[in-house]
Antibody
């Protein structure tokens, strides 16, 4: 069974940093591209960042470019999102998801809440 | 960026009703269109990919159609478990974008 488990969320002050992790199991993580998707409280879904299976291709939404860094460790079956210079508007539940080409976001984690507030 | 617009934003319907949700893209996304169902406090669940392909395990009362810029999600006979929020999403090009969501409520 495919499992994605996010961790690392919490309360952080504006301007602060946080590193999210996503632990994958139940599938061959190393051959899957992955994405982070977020959802602000009471709002819709927003794609944040993409990383290919080999880390050769990376994309970011304009709203996070220059502040967030996506990475992965295929040996550890883990996906990461390093977030710096956090803003109030980054407050959201952050989901990791498989980005499977023709099937788009087929599998999702349960999400981790990031709250940016003073 | 490709903008996705869903209609309606809210839909009130009764058990057994046939309902249709529309999604329009600001430019062609070919058939690279997915539909998700989300319930409160839960992660989205993939229902339809490539505009009309039913994800494994999803009931056959869900169907998708369309190509280019106009797409529809149809639920043929509403069941209690279907009351949720539905999102369309284009994955023709990055940045991938979602519609604003359609909340399906019990009438």
């Amino acid at each position: 069974e495919v499992q994605l488990v996010e961790s690392g969320g919490g309360l952080v002050q504006p301007g602060g940093s946080l590193r999210l992790s996503c632990a994958a199991s139940g599938f061959t993580f190393s051959i899957y591209s992955m994405s982070w998707v977020r959802q602000a409280p009471g709002k819709g879904l927003e794609w944040v960042s993409y990383i290919s299976s080999s880390t050769g291709t990376i994309y970011y939404a304009d709203s996070v470019k220059g502040r967030f860094t996506i990475s992965r460790d295929n040996a550890e079956n883990s996906l990461y999102l390093q977030m710096i210079s956090l803003r109030d508007e980054d407050t959201a539940v952050y989901y990791c998801a498989t980005d499977g080409g023709s099937t788009s976001f087929q599998h999702w984690g349960q999400g981790t809440l990031v709250t940016v507030s003073s | 960026d490709i903008q996705m617009t869903q209609s309606p934003s809210t839909l009130s319907a009764s058990l057994g009703d046939r309902v249709t949700i529309t999604c329009r893209a600001s430019q062609s996304v070919s058939s690279w269109l997915a539909w998700y169902q989300q319930k409160p406090g839960k992660a989205p669940k993939l229902l339809i990919y490539k505009a009309s392909s039913l994800e494994s395990g999803v009931p056959s009362r869900f169907s998708g159609s369309g190509s280019g810029t106009e797409f529809t999600l149809t639920i043929s006979s509403l069941q209690p478990d279907d009351f949720a929020t539905y999102y369309c999403q284009q994955y023709n090009s990055y940045p991938y974008t979602f519609g604003q969501g359609t909340k399906l409520e019990i009438k």
